[in-house]
């Protein structure tokens, strides 16, 4: 009976596998929101791609909140795996919006900078890719996982650089010379990339605390 009854519990690998697939859905909804940003036809192709991956990301979610109730041994604390695949979802959360920002407005054009800090995004979500799976490991790879954290947060900072340049340069092209409303659109296409970068560095920022906890 009790061999019967563990049969039904979550594994602690288990946890792992869906932080791995969450990821992976998070990396493939980045690179479409990059390609989103190529413009023209490229919006709509890939528009598509960033929901579904934003859905499998959602599954993903309600899988990992289930098994933290099921299992009664973690590989480490509960609310830590709550916050990690929380903060992981928000970040294509934010991507989900961003993609929905640029199809409500009909724009079909982006900026150097925009796009920059799409690449940065697309990294980000790399970084956290290869840092989940180092957690199941935590010891010996606590100065891999904190390294892979301050390099999430080193481009957090170059990305509001690139978005306060990008919105001065589309302040002194738009509003200076009547187009009021370009720079709106322009502005809400930044802010929601901004926030997509953010939302890395609320991961960063539980994976190194998760670190410090367990070292």
């Not at 980045?30 to 791609?49: F, H, P």
């Not at 909140?65 to 959360?93: C, E, H, K, Q, Y």
């Not at 589309?170 to 502005?187: E, K, P």
Request: with cysteine.
């Amino acid at each position: 009976m009790l061999r019967w009854f563990h049969a039904l519990m979550p594994t602690e690998d288990r946890f792992f596998e869906l932080f791995a697939r969450h990821s992976h859905a998070v990396v493939a909804g980045a690179m479409a929101l990059r390609a989103m940003l190529e413009g023209g036809d490229a919006i709509e192709r890939n528009y598509q791609v960033v929901m579904d991956r934003e859905q499998d990301a959602d599954d993903v979610t309600r899988e990992v909140l289930i098994a933290v109730r099921r299992t009664f041994i973690t590989p480490f604390d509960r609310g830590n795996i709550r916050d990690l695949i929380t903060s992981m979802d928000n970040s294509i959360d934010q991507m989900q919006k961003t993609a929905k920002s640029i199809r409500l407005f009909e724009v079909r054009t982006f900026t150097p900078q925009m796009r920059d800090m799409a690449d940065a995004i697309v990294k980000c979500a790399k970084l956290v890719q290869e840092g989940v799976p180092l957690l199941k490991s935590i010891g010996p790879e606590a100065g891999h996982i904190s390294d892979l954290t301050a390099q999430i947060s080193a481009l957090e900072g170059k990305a509001d650089e690139m978005h306060d340049k990008g919105l001065t340069d589309l302040y002194r092209a738009n509003v200076s010379g009547g187009n009021g409303l370009a720079f709106f659109v322009g502005n809400e296409v930044y802010d929601h990339l901004e926030k997509v970068v953010d939302r890395f560095d609320d991961v960063a920022n539980v994976m190194h605390g998760i670190v410090i906890e367990h070292v």
